[in-house]
Every structure is written in structure tokens, then in C-alpha cells.
């Protein structure tokens, strides 16, 4: 499936020439709220449903839809989650929101947080470590917890969808609410 693309710098330009841009963020609303460009809306990956999105934009459904995430992976996955659903006129921007602060976008800086990956590396370690743990210590059958994460390790590298990540993300401390912080898209979405 061919994905149209943006660069950052393009899109700089475009919000320097005051063209409207509507612009969604598809990482985690922690993530979202660490760093993210000032005129994105945040509507995480999970989450999506393109009819809803395209329901809920200030523009005609033909306008550009700009779509980014961290360096672009799943704004990828965004981009043909709505080419799917029969919305051709989206634009991934290439290199995410690493690329747009480069690039010298505008960005809105929120408090320092763990990572979701981080989060999941220590949740895994530690539940590899209980495993064993208490197979030493309860009883042999509790080792299999062990193997589990470390097949959910193995799942998770070779579809890049990790379900532990997904869980992680809708914690109270995470956040799981959509957040706009930009006119382009309304504030109900």
C-alpha cells in the first residue's frame, strides 16, 4: 500500500505560509504529553477510527490529513488504517516528531516521563524474575511465567505489536484520553 509523504521541513513551510494543517499524533498520550508538535491532535494508534476522525475535522474530508508519530512507523500504520477505510488524502510525516524537532518545529515540551518502552522492559524484567523466583521458591509450574513473557517478547518483535505495551498504555498514570491541542480538529473527538 503506497503512503504519501511529508517531510518536516515541507510542513514547516506550510504552517509558516499560514496554510491549514491538521495534524494527529497516533503515539500514546503519554508520550504525547512529553513532547509533541504544538498544532497536533492526539488521537493514539489503539484508539483510531478513521470515519470518527474524518467526521470530526474543520476541513473537507479531500484536505491533506497529516498524520506522525515518534520516527514514523506507526504513523504508517495510522496512514493505511485510513486508506483502508476510503480515505486516500493522508500524509505521513517522515521521521515522526524526532524529524519535526529537528527540523525546528514548533513543539510543546510537557514534564519527563518513563517511556511506554521503558515501562515495558521493566515490567517484563520483572516478571521474569518472579517467574523464577517463585519456581524456586512455590513450586516448578510457576517457571512457565518466565517462558510466557518471554514468548510475548519473541510475539511482540516479530509482528512490532506488543499486547503488554497496549496494556501498559491505558494505566491511570499513562492516560488513556484523547487530547487536541490545536484548532484543526475538534475538541470532541
Same mark, same amino acid.
Given at each position: 500500500?503506497?503512503?504519501?509523504?511529508?517531510?518536516?521541513?515541507?510542513?514547516?513551510?506550510?504552517?509558516?505560509?499560514?496554510?491549514?494543517?491538521?495534524?494527529?499524533?497516533?503515539?500514546?498520550?503519554?508520550?504525547?504529553?512529553?513532547?509533541?508538535?504544538?498544532?497536533?491532535?492526539?488521537?493514539?494508534?489503539?484508539?483510531?477510527?478513521?470515519?470518527?476522525?474524518?467526521?470530526?475535522?474543520?476541513?473537507?474530508?479531500?484536505?491533506?490529513?497529516?498524520?506522525?508519530?515518534?520516527?514514523?512507523?506507526?504513523?504508517?500504520?495510522?496512514?493505511?488504517?485510513? !486508506? &483502508? @477505510? *476510503?480515505?486516500?488524502?493522508?500524509?505521513? /510525516?517522515?521521521? %515522526?516528531? $524526532? +524529524?519535526?524537532?529537528?527540523?525546528?518545529?514548533?513543539?510543546?515540551?510537557?514534564?519527563?516521563?518513563?517511556?511506554?518502552?521503558?515501562?515495558?522492559? !521493566? &515490567? @517484563? *524484567?520483572?516478571?521474569?524474575?518472579?517467574? /523464577?523466583?517463585? %519456581?524456586? $521458591? +512455590?513450586?516448578?509450574?510457576?517457571?512457565?511465567?518466565?517462558?510466557?513473557?518471554?514468548?510475548?517478547?519473541?510475539?511482540?518483535?516479530?509482528?512490532?505489536?506488543?499486547?503488554?505495551?497496549?496494556?501498559?498504555?491505558?494505566?491511570?498514570?499513562?492516560?488513556?484520553?484523547?487530547?487536541?491541542?490545536?484548532?484543526?480538529?475538534?475538541?470532541?473527538?
Amino acid at each position: 500500500m503506497s503512503v504519501k509523504t511529508i517531510s518536516p521541513i515541507e510542513l514547516l513551510r506550510l504552517k509558516e505560509a499560514n496554510k491549514p494543517i491538521e495534524l494527529i499524533d497516533v503515539r500514546t498520550p503519554l508520550e504525547y504529553r512529553e513532547v509533541h508538535v504544538d498544532c497536533a491532535c492526539n488521537i493514539p494508534l489503539d484508539a483510531l477510527d478513521p470515519p470518527q476522525v474524518m467526521m470530526n475535522r474543520h476541513s473537507a474530508n479531500d484536505a491533506p490529513l497529516y498524520v506522525l508519530c515518534r520516527s514514523g512507523g506507526r504513523a504508517k500504520q495510522a496512514c493505511e488504517k485510513f !486508506i &483502508t @477505510a *476510503g480515505y486516500p488524502n493522508v500524509v505521513n /510525516v517522515e521521521g %515522526g516528531t $524526532l +524529524a519535526c524537532i529537528e527540523a525546528g518545529l514548533p513543539v510543546v515540551r510537557g514534564k519527563k516521563v518513563f517511556s511506554l518502552e521503558r515501562q515495558v522492559r !521493566i &515490567t @517484563a *524484567g520483572l516478571l521474569v524474575l518472579l517467574g /523464577v523466583a517463585l %519456581g524456586f $521458591l +512455590a513450586h516448578p509450574v510457576l517457571f512457565w511465567l518466565s517462558a510466557f513473557v518471554g514468548a510475548g517478547l519473541i510475539f511482540a518483535g516479530i509482528t512490532d505489536s506488543c499486547p503488554m505495551a497496549l496494556l501498559i498504555a491505558k494505566m491511570p498514570w499513562n492516560g488513556d484520553h484523547k487530547i487536541c491541542s490545536c484548532d484543526g480538529l475538534r475538541k470532541s473527538i
